[in-house]
């Protein structure tokens, strides 16, 4: 269908004016005076509306052109708009009803709440909000390719269905094609006869493959989708969210953090320079001072403080927490959220975990508690990013797979890459959709993915 995106009459005006043009669209809005009726057009490859003009005596409107809802096609002529708000609008010379939309559209108001609109995934996206949103991830998204693209890393694809668990902590979606029959003696059993001969899952990471990629073409991410059987209920975790994993060969514990540093910097600057009016529209209706909040990032150091600072810190703070504060004890969100709002208002690398609550692959400090890890954490969200130094010692690292009862045999290939050509190495993980929430200021994870899916939710 020969048409031109409302975007560029609305980014570049002074191509079109005087100009025939067709336009296709949802209507935002219809309004009508005595003479004239106005349509607010979006097709949406923009935020803002197009608007349309129509001489009600000179042209007919057809049944259903002033619903919101319906899609339209426009022909008319482009003109200098006399509305201070915009600098263009199209005068209408024929509509063409494309798809009407009945009165009980749901999506009526032009801000509806968005736990109602959660309840309808597939038409939540036409909103303002979620054009906005989305159009965020796709920008934050592009930036983060172009982030690794130009600095030489290479992309690669690690596997979705894999045997072996990164992140030891259990929360691994198994995938079957047999249900369980008690004709199989012992699970070991039942794990044979399946599709793979073995026990198989939906991957929590790419990791391992990374630094598998990583010892062969020195710097590599991945950026695709990651599983978490997650029990909790909450507004941070996902059962499905993409993952950006860079694999670091050569680099240390430091080399890494600047890394992280330099890359969320790039990415958030982009997302300002990319999307503007989406920041503002964000900024109005969501979160005030979400464009300040942004360009301090790009502009301010990010803090660092060890993780026994840390625990001083929060014990020092006279604040009743829930879950008390120990050395040993894991940072749970009400701590994190004390140390980013109350404390920094920044974002905040906590490095050096005691090792017992970290995962296997962790490079050991010579002290022999903690390891050369850090989490990114950053004000209203928590932690965005997961970041370790990787164990390159294999009598180190064959220790830490026996010390969690981990099956060896799933690590063995991970093991080989210590035993031939070793080198230090680092990585991390950025939830994109964590990174968004900060980005958008959405308090909720499911409202920066377009079908999010989560304990008792696949809709
Ligand atoms: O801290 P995590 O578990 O680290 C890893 O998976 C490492 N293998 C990363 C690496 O070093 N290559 O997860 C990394 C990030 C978290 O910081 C968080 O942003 C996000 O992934 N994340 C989730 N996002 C949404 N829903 C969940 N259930 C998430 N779990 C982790
Ligand atoms: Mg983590």
Redesign the pocket.
């Known amino acids: 269908m020969k048409h031109t995106d409302v975007k560029a009459i609305l980014c570049e005006p002074e191509l079109f004016f005087d100009k025939s043009v067709t336009v296709c669209g949802w209507i935002k809005s219809y309004r009508d005076s005595k003479n004239m009726a106005f349509i607010a057009l979006n097709d949406g490859t923009t935020l803002p509306h197009l608007q349309v003009v129509i001489d009600k005596g000179a042209i007919q409107i057809p049944e259903g052109a002033t619903r919101a809802g319906s899609s339209v096609k426009i022909d008319g002529v482009a003109v200098k708009s006399l509305n201070a708000n915009q600098a263009i609008e199209v005068n209408a010379e024929k509509i063409t009803l494309l798809g009407d939309c009945p009165a009980d559209y749901p999506i009526q108001k032009a801000k509806t709440s968005l736990d109602f609109l959660r309840t309808l995934p597939h038409l939540r996206v036409r909103t303002n909000t979620f054009n906005a949103i989305f159009r965020v991830r796709s920008k934050l998204s592009y930036a983060i390719h172009r982030f690794f693209q130009e600095r030489g890393y290479m992309y690669v694809h690690t596997p979705i269905i894999t045997g072996s668990d990164?992140?030891g902590a259990g929360k691994i979606f198994k995938v079957t094609t047999i249900g369980y029959d008690p004709k199989y003696k012992s699970e070991e059993e039942y794990n044979a006869a399946d599709f793979f001969g073995q026990s198989a899952g939906l991957t929590?990471?790419g990791?391992l493959e990374?630094e598998v990629m990583a010892t062969a073409f020195g710097k590599i991410y991945t950026f695709g989708p990651t599983f978490?059987a997650?029990n909790s209920n909450t507004t941070?975790?996902?059962a499905e969210?993409w993952?950006i994993?860079p694999?670091v060969a050569f680099a240390e514990i430091d080399d890494i953090i600047g890394i992280a540093t330099e890359f969320i910097k790039f990415i958030i600057a982009e997302v300002l320079k990319e999307c503007p009016e989406e920041i503002s529209f964000l900024e109005k209706y969501y979160e005030k001072g979400l464009r300040a909040k942004l360009q301090k990032v790009v502009d301010d150091e990010f803090v660092r403080v060890e993780y026994t600072e840390a625990i001083e810190i929060l014990k020092k703070s006279g604040k009743q927490f829930v879950y008390p504060v120990e050395w040993g004890c894991d940072l749970q969100t009400e701590h994190e959220r004390y140390l980013t709002d109350v404390v920094y208002n920044k974002p905040v690398f906590v490095v050096n975990y005691p090792k017992d609550l970290k995962s296997f692959y962790m490079k050991q400090n010579p002290d022999g508690k903690t390891v050369a890890a850090t989490?990114l954490l950053v004000p209203g969200v928590g932690?965005?990013?997961?970041?370790?130094e990787r164990e390159a010692d294999s009598k180190k690292l064959l220790q830490a797979i026996k010390d969690r009862g981990m099956k060896m045999s799933d690590y063995e290939n991970y093991l080989d890459l210590r035993k031939f050509g070793t080198v230090p190495h680092s990585?991390?993980?950025?939830?994109l959709?964590?990174i968004l929430m900060y980005a958008t200021g959405m308090g909720n994870?499911r409202d920066t993915i377009a079908f999010p899916r989560a304990k008792d939710e696949l809709r």
Request: hydrophobic share 25%.
């Open positions: 990164c992140e929590v990471s990791q990374g978490r997650e941070r975790h996902a969210f993952q994993e694999e989490d932690e965005i990013i997961g970041c370790s990585g991390f993980g950025l939830g959709e964590r994870i």
